[in-house]
């Protein structure tokens, strides 16, 4: 059975006070509140040992929202697998298309921060969605098969099966353009057939695929109710205790 996920990346927010105070009221919020999913964080890099050591009995995962490529050596500012292994993290976001967008980080890249991530127990989010040029050019397909495949393909299928996916439809966050249920699940399902198409049916059926397009208290429910959706990225409204409670409750509805 797929793994049911809420994951929420902070971005570049929170100074340690506030972020303090919302890591508290999340492990709060999960004590007294069995979730019927998964519920992980992607805090800045500065707040990872905090995390971890305020979930010690690893009631959340703990995320970085990015990883280097290298194993170690002179990467001025980057953050390597080992040090993420070695504080007990849970993994890393790879791919987030704010790095592809202001990084230059390529699908290339992705495949070798994937494969990095699994050799040192690390679970990935692979992130991949297309842009609004993309989606107006009829593109989006064959993006996100372009990227799935570069990304992820080199993977055995016992790897793979470790790989969490997160669909961003870049052309829906701060457009003003909207995705609807319906559209998010056709990429899903579109995911999930590449994977079938290329490992079987069976190792598909396994990976857990998340949206990260806006997902808001108020459609939650409706976006995990589609069959091949099996959670949520969560960008500003992880940032919001109430609100973030109210996206992981929609698995609970």
Known sequence: MRRKIVAGNWKMNK???????????????????PASCEVWIAPPAL????A??????NEIGIFAQDMSAHESGAYTGEISAD???SIEATGA???????????????????????????????PIYCNGETLE??????????????????LFTLSAEEIKKVVIAYEPIWAIGTGETATPAQAQEIHAHIRSL???KYGQEV?????????????????????????????????????????????EGFNA
């Open 195 to 197: 994977i079938a198409a």
């Open 47 to 50: 707040y990872l040992l905090m």
């Open 52 to 57: 971890k050591d305020l979930y010690e009995n």
């Open 93 to 123: 976001i790879i791919g987030h298309s704010e790095r592809r967008q202001y990084h230059g980080e390529t699908d290339a890249h992705c495949n070798q921060k994937v494969k990095l991530a699994l050799d040192k127990g690390l679970t």
């Open 134 to 151: 993309q989606r107006k050019a009829g593109q989006h397909l064959e993006v996100v098969k372009n990227q799935t495949e570069v990304a």
């Open 204 to 248: 598909a059926d396994e990976i857990s695929i998340l949206y990260g397009g806006s997902v808001k208290p108020d459609n939650a429910k409706e976006i995990f109710s589609q069959p091949d959706i099996d959670g949520g990225l969560i960008g500003g409204a992880a940032l919001k205790i109430d609100d973030f409670a109210k996206i992981i």
């Open 83 to 85: 040090m993420l292994e």
């Open 15 to 33: 100074n340690v006070i506030d972020a303090q105070q919302l890591m508290f009221q999340l492990l709060q919020y999960k004590k007294n509140n």
